[in-house]
């Protein structure tokens, strides 16, 4: 089965294409660096012919609101037509979980918008909604220093999961019929996101614990950014990452 894996350069879609070729599959990493856009609608109807589903782990390059929501706006319309141009009988997406419950974050916003258009689409489709990855500590603590130069963040619980997780569940998905919704994967414990952080960074780093603290522009509660009941459970805990790294 050939599949294209949009954002195939990416953390997740390298991981992603290394399952499906190893389960036999004919994996297509499309990006700007093969030649392909999706902005612009360059190399899709190219890509696609002959796939059989249709993969989209692309992200924005710019997380302002703005940038972020004509970004995912446009790059899922334009593969979206593509799919279905291709006769392409399976679209999957990653996804946030809590995207739609988080309105004050403009990335999140964005991403809900990407969902609506996949689900108005014309192709079957499935939609992985993953919570934060254990690979993005380091980005987090970059985005939240204060003027005092420490780390300000929230509290608030993540039920963070590991990248290989995450491509798994997307390997499971690509595989399988297309579910028509959204399916949810978090890791195997909550965590505080200030203490998410404080145990990925050095010691030089000081994390200070502030309830007010944003989360990408969103005020965040311990109910945010955690899977409901029925959701994909990854096996990777944070501790084990930790020490593998």
């Given amino acids: 089965m050939k599949v294209v894996v949009f954002g195939g350069t990416g953390l997740i879609g390298r991981k992603l294409i290394a399952l499906l070729e190893q389960a036999g599959h004919e994996a297509v990493s499309a990006s700007p660096s093969s030649g392909v856009d999706t902005i612009a609608g360059v190399g899709l109807d190219e890509v696609l012919v002959g796939a059989a589903v249709s993969v989209d782990v692309t992200n924005s390059p710019s997380f302002a609101p703005d940038d972020v929501l004509a970004f995912f706006t446009k790059s899922t319309t334009n593969l979206l037509a593509a799919a279905a141009r291709a006769g392409v009988g399976h679209y999957v997406a990653l996804s946030i979980v809590g995207a739609d419950r988080e309105p004050d974050s403009g990335y999140l916003r964005a991403k809900v918008a990407q969902e609506g258009l996949i689900a108005a689409g014309p192709v079957p489709y499935t939609i992985l909604r993953a919570t934060q990855f254990f690979e993005f500590a380091a980005g987090i603590a970059a985005s939240s220093a204060g003027p005092d130069g420490a780390l300000h963040l929230t509290p608030a619980k993540l039920q963070p999961v590991a990248a290989d997780d995450v491509a798994a569940t997307l390997a499971d998905a ?72």
């Fill in 174 to 245: 690509v595989q399988s019929e297309p579910a028509k919704g959204i399916v949810e994967l978090g890791g195997p414990e909550k965590i505080g996101l200030d203490d998410f952080v404080r145990r990925a960074v050095t010691s030089t780093q000081t994390v200070v614990t502030d309830a007010t603290a944003p989360y990408f522009g969103a005020v965040i509660t311990d109910d945010s950014l955690v899977t409901a009941p029925g959701a994909h459970i990854g096996e990777i805990t944070y501790n084990e990452w930790l020490a593998s790294r």
